[in-house]
Each structure stands twice: as structure tokens, then as C-alpha cells.
């Protein structure tokens, strides 16, 4: 049963699309980390229980009052944003921290409630709780032996 849809990322490409991507301009390109579009795109975690669908977000090196969670109709959009260091004396040498801008949309399946939203921030992680609609939860009752 699906809650919610997911874009998976279109690198794993045959070896003809790869070569003729290649030949293609980058914004015509299919592959989505030649258009940056991955690039600063956080890890994702995704888990289902009874009561409710909890996604955890890998966000190491954001504070809480960078990040912020709208809900939409059925769209849950994430949003990291970070201020650019105007001032920065020091120049890279080598670089590997991504800390960019970044947004993540999750479209909501109708059996979840998007009017009940929770989350928490904790050691670099996002994790947000949308509970599943009433009607959806198992309802556990007991029967009599006649």
C-alpha cells in the first residue's frame, strides 16, 4: 500500500541513454544530477506503522530555524535554506560539505491525514509523523465463542 509517491532518481540509466546523454545539452539531459537537481537533496527515510507514516530527513549541519515544513493539500514540501557567507576570507581548497538550499516534496496518498503533522528536530535529523485517517487504522475487537 503506498502513502505517498517518491521521485527516484533517474541515474541509473542505460549505457545507450548514459552515452547519448552525453551528446545532449545538460538542461536537455534526462539525468537528473547533470541539471544539479540532486545535489543538495538531503537522505530520506521512510516508515510505516498502524497509526501513522513517519519520514525522517538527514539534515546534518542545519539548525531548526532553517528548516521549514508546509503541507498543501496532499503536498508535503520540506525547505532548507541556508545564508550565503558574504565575508568568507577563506577559499577552498577541497570541499565536500553540501549545506545549499535544498526543498523535497512528498505527494500525500488520500488515506493519510494531512491535517495531523508532527515533527521534531534531533542531531541533524527532520523526522516528521503524518497519521493516517480513522477509517484507515485497524480497529482491533474481540469475538465471542458461542
Keep these: 500500500m503506498k502513502f505517498f509517491k517518491v521521485s527516484y532518481p533517474a541515474y541509473q540509466m542505460s549505457p545507450s541513454n548514459r552515452s547519448?546523454?552525453?551528446f545532449l545539452d545538460s538542461e536537455l539531459?534526462?539525468?537528473r544530477y547533470a541539471r544539479n537537481e540532486l545535489v543538495n537533496q538531503p537522505a530520506t527515510n521512510v516508515y510505516e506503522n498502524d497509526q501513522a507514516v513517519e519520514i525522517e530527513?538527514?539534515?546534518p549541519g542545519y539548525e531548526k530555524e532553517q528548516l521549514t515544513i508546509a503541507v498543501?493539500?496532499?503536498l508535503l514540501r520540506v525547505k532548507g535554506e541556508v545564508a550565503k557567507?558574504?565575508?568568507d576570507e577563506?577559499?577552498?581548497a577541497y570541499r565536500e560539505f553540501r549545506n545549499g538550499n535544498f526543498e523535497k516534496k512528498f505527494r500525500l496518498s488520500e488515506k493519510l491525514d494531512s491535517e495531523k503533522v508532527r515533527a521534531s528536530f534531533k542531531?541533524?535529523?527532520?523526522?516528521?509523523?503524518v497519521s493516517k485517517k480513522e477509517d484507515i487504522i485497524p480497529q482491533k475487537r474481540e469475538v465471542e465463542i458461542s
Design 72 to 74: 498543501e493539500k496532499d
Design 85 to 87: 557567507k558574504e565575508n
Design 20 to 22: 547519448l546523454s552525453s
Design 123 to 129: 542531531n541533524g535529523v527532520l523526522t516528521i509523523t
Design 90 to 92: 577563506n577559499r577552498n
Design 29 to 31: 539531459c534526462f539525468d
Design 57 to 59: 530527513v538527514s539534515v
